[in-house]
């Protein structure tokens, strides 16, 4: 959903952020070791949390996870004292365009990659962006690719797949049959995608301008092409009826919730064949069923973070800002009276044990960065999970997406060193993932309080 509004949004950037910023490789070749003591550390698992542990970093690596007394750091370590505080593994938003959240295009560009940095600093380790340009792609693959780097891991679809006129814009490949469809994603897999993401929506959920969904034999040869390829196909398909014609066709995964019907037993049936995940980006519902009161919800968490630019809910609350998203999204009554189904279907597909994995749709007009991804948390458990759950959906069911479970989305030895120390127990309030106190990535260990802007 991230172009939906390049054509025509001209809010300029006040003080919009200078250049791409160089990458920070820095640490890269030496052998760090550093060791957190005194946390409670919380597993997305249904284990314990474990009290007083200790997390000896070699490198980028966890190396040894322990209790005080079981485990012995190397001398010359670097010590975190965490006594007092929680650690949980590093937060993944796998559904993230990296924009700010209110423009796009115009003669100031977003500036993704120190985006990417940005969203480190509020715990965010992981991003996957279903919906970017292949140039920003390259850009954001080459400043993450370092472990020690000092971004978020960055993973993607490049542009989505969809059809002319389709989602209001967006800007992506338009194959008409399928050996198109065959040649799109060969030219996606050769610009070295992680996988791929395909428009299924007619758009009725959220306007009353309609447009006509993809051929069938597209969207099948789309998927197999894939498949065949050693990639997962993604699909955009906020309706239970496309969704459905989606996985019928081998979707792996659903990149929003289902906002228009309850899911049922043939939805998750299809589901559970394919494996697919489900990832219900309940706030850039929230925010096209209501903008002005989604952008007063993040406003306090936006001016906190300083991120630039100032001011941007000031805009999407406006008059000038709600009309100019409204005139896009005429229907927006529509998808606020089915937000309570959109929260039922997410509690329905996490109880039948479909992987729900967070994503927050962050750079949709109106999503703002960082703020948008803790309060996707919040959502989550606003909508049933509890706690544990939405860390899990935010962890490990998102280090599956990417089948990169045996690398991250825990704290275990062996793993990569991504994980967030707060102030306070996430268990017991989720709104604690944004009381941060130390960001750890590939074993670099970061203040937030002295990250960029
Ligand atoms: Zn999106």
């Not at 959502?379 to 935010?394: D, H, S």
């Amino acid at each position: 959903m991230r172009a939906l509004f390049v054509a025509a949004v001209l809010f300029a950037l006040a003080g919009a952020p200078a250049g791409v910023q160089a990458p920070d490789n820095r640490g890269a070749d030496l052998i760090r070791s550093a060791v957190v003591t005194g946390a409670t550390l919380i597993n997305p698992t249904a284990a314990a949390p474990v009290a007083d542990a200790v997390i000896v970093i070699s490198g980028s690596r966890i190396t040894q996870v322990g209790t005080a007394g079981s485990v012995k750091a190397p001398a010359g370590a670097e010590v975190v004292d965490a006594r007092g505080k929680f650690v949980i593994p590093g937060l993944a938003d796998m559904h993230n365009h990296l924009g700010a959240g209110g423009m796009s295009l115009g003669p100031q560009r977003e500036n993704y990659v120190g985006n990417l940095g940005r969203l480190l600093a509020v715990g965010v380790t992981t991003v996957f962006d279903p919906g970017v340009g292949e140039g920003d792609f390259a850009r954001l693959k080459a400043a993450a690719a370092a472990d020690a780097a000092p971004y978020a891991r960055f993973f993607g679809t490049g542009p989505a797949v969809t059809v002319p006129g389709g989602s209001l814009g967006e800007q992506g490949p338009t194959p008409a049959t399928p050996d198109e469809a065959r040649a799109v994603v060969q030219k996606l897999k050769a610009a070295n995608v992680d996988a791929i993401k395909i428009h299924r929506d007619d758009l009725a959920w959220a306007s009353k301008r309609t447009t006509q969904p993809m051929a069938l034999p597209v969207l099948q040869a789309l998927v197999e092409e894939a498949h065949r390829l050693g990639l997962r196909a993604y699909v955009h398909a906020p309706q239970l009826a496309r969704a459905k014609e989606a996985l019928s066709a081998g979707a792996d995964g659903l990149m929003h919730g289902i906002i228009d019907e309850p899911i049922d037993q043939d939805f998750i049936a299809l589901m559970k064949k394919n494996r697919a995940v489900y990832v219900p980006t309940l706030g850039m519902f929230e925010d096209v069923a209501d903008v002005a009161a989604f952008g007063k919800r993040q406003a306090p968490y936006w001016d906190q973070l300083a991120f630039q630019p100032p001011g941007l809910y000031q805009f999407l609350t406006s008059t000038q800002g709600v009309g100019m998203f409204q005139s896009f999204l005429s229907n927006t009554a529509f998808t606020k009276e089915h937000l309570p189904m959109l929260r039922t279907n997410m509690q329905r597909a996490f109880s039948a044990g479909i992987p729900v994995v967070m994503g927050s749709d962050t750079g949709f007009f109106g999503v703002l960065l960082g703020v948008a991804t803790h309060i996707e948390m919040e959502l989550m458990v606003e909508a049933g999970l509890t706690p544990l759950q939405a860390i899990q959906a935010a962890t490990i069911n998102a280090a599956r997406m990417i089948g990169r479970d045996k690398e991250q989305g825990s704290i275990e030895a062996g793993k990569l060193a991504d994980f967030v120390i707060l102030d306070a127990n996430p268990l017991a309030d989720i709104r604690a993932v944004r009381q941060i106190h130390r960001v750890v990535k590939g074993g670099v260990v970061h203040d937030p309080a002295k990250m960029p802007r």
